[in-house]
């Protein structure tokens, strides 16, 4: 197996930040075009699903295998650089190493068994009817005014109005935040949809997303929500479970 690749710090980061919000450590699949991620957490409520293609990095070199990787403790290395670092990586297969080398800080990281980490998920084919795209400042907004009342966030869409809403209901006190004409970016919502998701997770996957990045989400009725989103040079897709609401 080869792998040799030359990135800034930032660029990798921006790919690992979106995955490492759900898991410990994955599976890189190190394609001739460029590295892929996808993982599910423990509960198989939420996935993350990372591309990084090869014109992010300096050089590049890959022929198509998998390696496994304890997030928490490369993110640690690439730590130790500064914004606009390079970063040197170079796997050693007869040692199942990888080597890195940023600023003159040299590291050997010990890699996972890729058989040993679970299985990745397949990305199911949803119709889910609405579609709209603002900006990760907007969605910031919302996950911070439904964590002032609630553990649970609904995300709905209203075809007449062409809006997406945002609401939480807690104990005493209830919050809804409405994204119209002048904050949304585009909006196609064919039919009403609504369903219900934890805050905590959406808050956690929320939490890479540029305040001036454009997040496009697709949700339905008492279906998972999907986003997609840029990170840098990093393409990067998201899909949430709802929490059923009993009748």
């Known amino acids: 197996m080869t792998f040799h690749a030359i990135a800034e710090v930032d660029v990798l980061e921006d790919a690992l930040d979106p995955v490492a919000t759900l898991v410990d450590e994955c599976k890189l699949r190190l394609n001739e075009d460029g590295v892929k991620i996808r993982a599910c957490d423990a509960a198989n409520v939420a996935m993350a699903d990372v591309s990084l293609p090869e014109r992010a990095f300096e050089s590049y070199e890959a022929d198509g295998g998998v390696i496994g990787i304890n997030l928490d403790r490369l993110q640690d290395v690439l730590s130790m ?121 959406l808050k956690d996957m929320a939490r890479p997303i540029g305040s001036d990045v454009i997040v496009s989400f697709r949700l339905g009725t008492e279906m998972p929500v999907k986003f997609r989103y840029t990170n840098g040079e990093a393409s990067v897709q998201h899909l949430l479970a709802p929490r059923i609401q009993s009748s």
């Open 81 to 201: 650089g500064s914004s606009g670092d390079l970063v040197h990586l170079e796997l050693n297969e007869e040692t199942r190493k990888l080597h890195i080398e940023i600023d003159g800080l040299s590291y050997t990281l010990a890699l996972i068994d890729p058989d040993l980490i679970r299985k990745e998920p397949d990305i199911p084919d949803l119709d889910l009817p609405a579609d709209v795209a603002f900006e990760g400042s907007e969605l910031s907004r919302a996950v911070s005014a439904a964590d002032l009342v609630g553990d649970h966030v609904s995300l709905s869409a209203d075809p007449d109005e062409q809006t997406f809403v945002v609401g939480a209901e807690g104990d005493t006190d209830d919050v809804d935040l409405v994204l119209g004409n002048d904050e949304l970016a585009t909006a196609d919502v064919g039919e009403a949809a609504e369903s219900l998701f934890s805050l905590d997770y």
